[in-house]
C-alpha cells in the first residue's frame, strides 16, 4: 500500500403486504442463481418520510386507519343496529313518499303522478323506493360504517371462498408481468444493447446492478466515454467496473438492504398512538439522507447498539463502498462484532504484530502547522483541555522544522525526543536545517522551545509522557514515517471507496487506544470537509464515542452535513462526556437515538431535545348535586339514605395541554428490551419525531 493509503488489492390493515422479492443474492441453490433482480429492480419503492424502509412500503389511508382502531364487537354492533333502523326508515319512507306524490298528484295536479298512465306510476313508484333505498344507504351506512365491515370481514371471507384461485392467479401473472421488466432497458435505449446482452446471460446481484447503473451514468455525461463502458461490460461482464479489491458481495451478509436507495432496515416502527401515522408498522430504515446529519446513540451496555446499530450500518456501507457510492470507516475494540476482516480492504490494528497496516498520525493535514495542533489535542486527556493551545504550540514548534528538513514527519520516537528536549536530538535538527537552508525561517522556534525546556509548565514534557504510551515494543512500526514500518494508511483518501476499520488496543493499551480513537475520529471530520469531490457519501461508525470526541470534532461533525459525510456514535452514557460537550453534541447531531436503560440524566437530555407536543386532555370532576326543588332533594336524601352515597353531578373539560413527546422516566423505565426511540433529520431538513422502533427483527 502506498503511503497515501491506496489500495492494493399505518396501522395495520386486513390486507396484508404483497411479497417482496429477494433483497439480495442469497447464493445458489443447485448452480442457479435465486436473486430475481428484475423483480427487486422494479419492485415498488414509493416516495416516504425518513426513516421508512421504501421497498414495498405501502401508504396508509388515514381514514382507514382511524376506522381499524374501532373494536369488532362495537363495530359489528352499531352496524346491525344502524342495519335495522335503516330497514324501519325504508319501510316508512317510502311510504310517506308514496303518499306525498299521490296527495299531491290527486289534489294538487302537480308532480309525476297527476295524471300518469299505469306504466308511468310504476316507473315513478320504483324511482321513489331507489331513492329511499339510495338515502338510507347513505345515511346509516355512514354511521353504521358498513364500508368498514365489508372491507375488514364481507371482502376477505368472499375472497378465500369464492375468489382464492383466480387472485392467486393474478398474482402469480402479475409477479410474471414484473419479471418480464429489462432491468437493462436504459443501455439499450442508450446506445450500450451489446453490453446490455452480454449482462442478460449472466448472474447480476444488486451490488453490481448499481455500480454498472453507476457507471453507466458517468457514461451518459458524456458520449465518448459510451464506448469504453460497452467495452468493458462486454470484456468482464457484471465483474465490470468491480471494486478494487474485486470483491462483489460481503461475506456474512445478513441485513435487508436496498441498495437503489441506498437503506439499511434495522426494524419496524410499532403500531402505537406515540408514532406519526404514515410510520406505524412501517420498516425502519437509514440512508445518507439521515445519515448525513449524523447519530448519536445512547444505551448501556448489552442493549444491542453494537448488534443492531453499528453492525448494520457498518455492512451498508460497506455494501455500498462495493458499489461505488460510499465510503466506510469503522472505529471499535478489536473484540468488537463489527463485522469480518473480510468487510474491509484495511484493517489497522496496533499492537497486534499480524496487522498488515500502520496508520499514519499526520493523515489528514494539509500543512504541518494542521497536523501538530490535531495530533496535539488528540494526545490530551480531558483534564488537561485547558493546556490545549500551549500544547498545540510546542508540537507546532518541533513538527514545522522537522518536516522543512526532512521532507516527511515525525515518528513517534523523535517526536518524543525534540519535545523531550534532548540535546543530540535538537542538535541534529538545526544540522539538517542548516543543510536545507531553512534554519532561519525556523530558529526562533527552536530558540523558544530551548528555553521552555526544564520549566515545570513546559508543555513539551507532557506532551512526550503522552507520547510514550504509544511508543512501546507492542507498537512497534504501527506508526512509522520512514518507510521502516508497515504501510501506513491515511485519512485523505476519503474519495475513494474504501472500506477502513480500525482495531483499538482497548484491553491491553486503554489509554492508548483512547487517543488513538479520538485521533482517527478528529482525522475523518478533518478529511471529510476538506474533501474535493464529494460525490461520495463518507460514513464513520465508532462503537465507543466517549474518549473520541472534543470541542473540535463536535464542530466538525456539524459541518459534515454539507459536505455528503456522516458519523454514527455509540455512547454508554453522556456522563463519560465532559459536561461542556454533552449540550453542543446534542446540537452538532440530527439523529438521536435511546437504547433502553439509559438513566434518568441522560434521558433528560433526549426529553429535551426532542421538546413538547399538543395532547387532547380531558378531566372529569364529580360535584355534589344541589340542583333541584324540595321533591328532588328529598329523593336525594332518601338514596343517600339506602346507598350511601351522595348523588353527584360529572362535568367533563377537554383542552389543548403540552406534554413532553418522551418524559426522562419512560425513556429511563418504559422501553421494552430490543426496542429504541429514535428521531430523525435529514440533510434536507426534513425532521421526523421520535419513533418506538423494535430492533429485533
Known amino acids: 500500500m502506498a503511503q497515501d493509503g491506496a489500495h492494493h488489492h399505518g396501522d395495520r390493515t386486513t390486507t396484508p403486504p404483497p411479497p417482496l422479492p429477494h433483497q439480495r443474492p442469497p447464493g445458489r441453490t443447485s448452480g442457479v442463481p435465486v436473486f430475481d433482480l428484475p423483480a427487486w429492480a422494479s419492485a415498488p419503492r414509493p416516495e416516504a418520510e425518513p426513516g421508512i424502509y421504501r421497498l414495498g412500503y405501502r401508504q396508509v389511508d388515514p381514514e382507514r ?39 299531491f298528484g290527486g289534489q294538487m295536479g302537480i308532480g309525476p303522478l297527476a295524471s300518469p298512465s299505469e306504466s308511468e306510476a310504476m ?11 339510495g338515502v338510507a344507504i347513505k345515511l346509516f351506512g355512514r354511521m353504521g360504517r358498513w364500508p368498514e365491515v365489508w372491507r375488514r370481514y364481507v371482502a376477505p371471507l368472499l375472497s378465500r371462498t369464492v375468489t382464492q384461485e383466480e387472485r392467486a392467479e393474478e398474482g402469480a401473472a402479475a409477479v410474471e408481468a414484473v419479471r418480464q421488466l429489462d432491468p437493462w432497458a436504459g443501455l439499450r435505449q442508450g446506445g450500450a444493447a451489446a453490453a446490455a446482452g452480454r449482462l442478460d446471460g449472466e448472474a447480476v446481484g444488486d451490488v453490481d446492478y448499481v455500480r454498472i447503473q453507476r457507471a453507466w451514468e458517468s457514461a451518459q455525461a ?42 439499511v432496515c434495522l426494524g419496524t416502527s410499532q403500531d402505537v398512538p406515540k408514532n406519526p401515522l404514515p410510520h406505524r408498522a412501517a420498516g425502519f430504515a437509514l440512508d445518507p439522507a439521515v445519515l448525513g446529519t449524523s447519530l448519536l446513540a445512547v444505551g448501556p451496555a448489552g442493549t444491542g447498539k453494537t448488534a443492531r446499530l453499528a453492525r448494520p450500518v457498518a455492512e451498508a456501507l460497506c455494501l455500498q463502498a462495493l458499489a461505488g457510492t460510499a465510503c466506510a470507516v469503522v472505529i471499535g475494540a478489536g473484540d468488537a462484532d463489527l463485522g469480518p476482516d473480510g468487510w474491509y480492504d484495511v484493517v489497522i490494528a496496533p499492537g497486534d504484530p499480524a496487522s498488515v497496516y500502520g496508520l499514519d498520525l499526520y493523515g489528514a493535514a494539509r500543512d504541518p502547522d494542521e497536523a501538530a495542533a490535531r495530533l496535539a489535542e488528540a494526545l490530551l486527556p480531558d483534564e488537561l483541555t485547558a493546556r490545549a493551545e500551549s ?34 536530538a535538537l542538535a541534529a535538527l538545526v544540522k539538517a536545517l542548516g543543510a536545507a537552508g531553512r534554519l532561519g525561517a525556523y530558529e526562533r522556534d527552536l530558540e523558544h522551545r530551548e528555553r521552555q525546556r526544564g520549566r515545570a509548565d513546559d508543555p513539551g514534557a507532557l506532551l512526550a509522557d503522552r507520547l510514550a504510551l504509544l511508543d512501546r515494543p507492542a507498537f512497534e512500526g504501527a506508526f512509522a514515517t520512514d518507510g521502516t514500518g508497515r504501510p501506513p494508511f491515511a485519512m485523505r483518501v476519503l474519495d475513494h471507496p474504501l472500506r477502513v476499520r480500525v482495531k483499538l488496543p482497548e484491553r491491553s493499551h486503554p489509554e492508548a ?12 471530520v478533518q478529511a471529510a470537509g476538506a474533501r474535493e469531490d464529494h460525490s461520495l457519501f463518507a460514513g464513520l461508525v465508532v462503537d465507543d464515542a466517549s474518549a473520541a470526541l472534543d470541542a473540535a470534532t463536535v464542530r466538525g461533525v456539524q459541518r459534515m452535513r454539507g459536505a455528503n459525510a456522516g458519523a454514527v456514535l455509540l455512547l454508554r452514557t453522556l456522563v463519560d462526556l465532559p459536561e461542556a460537550l454533552r449540550a453542543p453534541l446534542f446540537g452538532a447531531v440530527g439523529c438521536r437515538m435511546a437504547f433502553p436503560g ?64 418522551w418524559s426522562p422516566s419512560d425513556l429511563a423505565h418504559a422501553l421494552p428490551a430490543g426496542h429504541a426511540v429514535v428521531s430523525l433529520t435529514a440533510v434536507s431538513g426534513e425532521q421526523v419525531p421520535p419513533l418506538l422502533v423494535d430492533l429485533r427483527g
Open 598 to 661: 439509559i438513566a434518568p440524566w441522560d434521558g433528560r437530555l433526549f426529553s429535551e431535545a426532542w421538546g413538547t407536543h399538543l395532547v387532547q386532555e380531558t378531566a372529569v370532576t364529580h360535584t355534589p348535586d344541589t340542583s333541584g326543588g324540595v321533591i328532588r332533594r328529598a329523593g336525594r336524601l332518601g338514596r343517600k339514605a339506602l346507598s350511601g352515597t351522595t348523588a353527584q353531578t360529572e362535568s367533563v373539560t377537554t383542552r389543548d395541554v403540552e406534554r413532553l413527546r
Open 222 to 263: 458524456d458520449p465518448v466515454f459510451v464506448p469504453a463502458f460497452v467495452e468493458q461490460v462486454a470484456a468482464r461482464g457484471a465483474a465490470a467496473f468491480a471494486h478494487p479489491s474485486e470483491a462483489r458481495e460481503l461475506p456474512g451478509r445478513a441485513e435487508r438492504h436496498d441498495l437503489l436507495l441506498r437503506q
Open 513 to 524: 487506544a483512547r487517543m488513538l480513537s479520538r485521533l482517527v475520529v478528529g482525522q475523518f
Open 123 to 133: 316507473f315513478t313508484l320504483l324511482v321513489a323506493n331507489a331513492f329511499v333505498i
Open 65 to 103: 386507519a382511524e376506522a381499524a382502531q374501532v373494536a369488532a364487537w362495537p363495530l359489528l354492533l352499531r352496524a346491525a343496529i344502524n342495519a335495522l333502523v335503516g330497514w324501519f326508515a325504508y319501510l316508512y319512507g317510502t311510504q310517506l313518499l308514496t303518499y306525498v306524490l299521490v296527495w
Open 391 to 424: 500544547a498545540r504550540t510546542a508540537l507546532q514548534q518541533v513538527v514545522g522544522p522537522f518536516h522543512a528538513a526532512h521532507r516527511r514527519y515525525p515518528g513517534v520516537r523523535e517526536l518524543r525526543a525534540l519535545l523531550g528536549g534532548e540535546p543530540d
